[in-house]
């Protein structure tokens, strides 16, 4: 909003100097960051304590799980809340607004939220783990995600982009090599965004663990989308120029600065969880701004930590029905370790050091082309 302000009323901002940092994407990045910030600090103690006397006994927990969880019970969830309370006031005030991208990204992340909104609500009002079904849930992400993907594309067959671009696949490491499969790119797209997702969503399961990875992709892909966006610094690390992707920098420190606002109260002990109101909208918010960037595969390096707690889901119950045997003590793998005896903050914190070397390592594709 104040970045349109202040381009319409550009002749009367010339009399004051200090309104023309408005017009730098690097200055909106830092101001989207302390706002989401604030907002989620200040919603804080209240949105907790209103959230607990809503929810009574709170987030189920799995029987099943480690027994050292059975002390979160009442702890409230929908924390995911105050993250995209602070996203979304974030981007409406420093935001350029006209810009495409920054609608479909949101519009996933919100899409995505209400979704996970409702599955909470089920889980709370019938005090059991097991929310909306698994089809119910992959059916409304895989409509959102391809419409997703075809405005993308759309938008970007009418941008000044590299011929073919939009409906291309890019590869990390490698200069001027583009994959076009068409319109089957959609689908594609919709994987990215739903798988992603979904990772992100199996990852939230200690306190701490998933919000924090999920900073370091959002500050890897404020980085990303920065670069691609400005047509000499893409000239100069020869990855494609997307235009109008830079935008998506300022949706990236939102993020960041709604993480560490719920990060405050979700630090152990947690004081509130994500649930998956958090979670399945973070993870379609990341996906999204991949198929922007047009670095879906990067996305796979940056948020390796995330693909390897939904690969080891699928590789559990893929091996488990072939053999009726289980290779890990419990899935996701952060219970696994939990099992063999590690304490939490171990887990979480070790966990942190992977996702940190995990996307230092996928922005060094920028450069090692």
Not at 112 to 117: E, K
Not at 212 to 231: E, Q, R, W
Not at 277 to 283: D, H
């Amino acid at each position: 909003m104040f970045y349109l302000l202040y381009l319409h009323y550009a002749d009367i901002a010339q009399d004051y100097p200090l309104l023309h940092l408005i017009q730098y994407q690097t200055v909106r990045v830092a101001l989207a960051m302390a706002t989401a910030m604030i907002v989620a600090v200040a919603m804080g103690s209240r949105f907790i304590n209103w959230m607990r006397l809503r929810q009574g006994k709170g987030q189920p927990i799995r029987e099943d799980g480690p027994v050292t969880h059975l002390s979160k019970v009442g702890t409230p969830t929908m924390g995911g809340l105050m993250i995209l309370a602070g996203i979304a006031v974030a981007v409406f005030l420093w935001g350029d607004l006209t810009n495409p991208y920054i609608w479909i990204v949101s519009g996933v992340t919100a899409a995505f939220g209400v979704l996970g909104f409702v599955d909470d609500y089920a889980k709370v009002t019938k005090q059991s783990s097991a929310g909306l079904t698994s089809k119910q849930k992959l059916a409304a992400q895989t409509v959102v995600a391809v419409i997703a993907g075809i405005l993308t594309v759309l938008w970007m067959t009418h941008s000044p982009t590299s011929p073919g671009l939009e409906t291309s696949i890019a590869f990390p490491f490698l200069k001027a090599v583009l994959l076009n499969i068409g319109w089957f790119y959609v689908a594609f797209a919709a994987f990215t965004i739903v798988g992603f997702s979904n990772a992100v969503n199996l990852t939230d399961g200690l306190d701490g663990l998933a919000i924090v990875p999920v900073m370091m992709a959002a500050g890897a892909f404020g980085i990303i989308s920065y670069l691609v966006g400005n047509f000499l610094f893409s000239e100069y690390l020869q990855v494609h120029h997307v235009p109008g992707a830079g935008e998506l920098a300022i949706f990236c420190a939102a993020i960041i600065g709604g993480g560490m606002g719920f990060l405050w109260y979700n630090a152990p002990p947690a004081k509130i969880f994500m649930g998956d109101t958090g979670s399945l909208a973070l993870g379609g918010a990341l996906g999204s701004m991949a198929v922007a960037t047009k670095h879906e595969l990067v996305l796979g390096i940056v948020g390796g930590l995330f693909v390897v707690e939904a690969a080891s889901v699928m590789i559990q119950v893929g091996y488990f029905k072939m053999t009726g045997k289980r290779i890990f003590l419990m899935a996701p793998i952060h219970h696994h370790f939990e099992k063999m005896g590690w304490p939490e903050s171990t887990v979480v914190i070790r966990f942190w050091i992977v996702a940190a070397m995990l996307a230092l390592i996928g922005l060094s594709t920028l450069k090692l082309r």
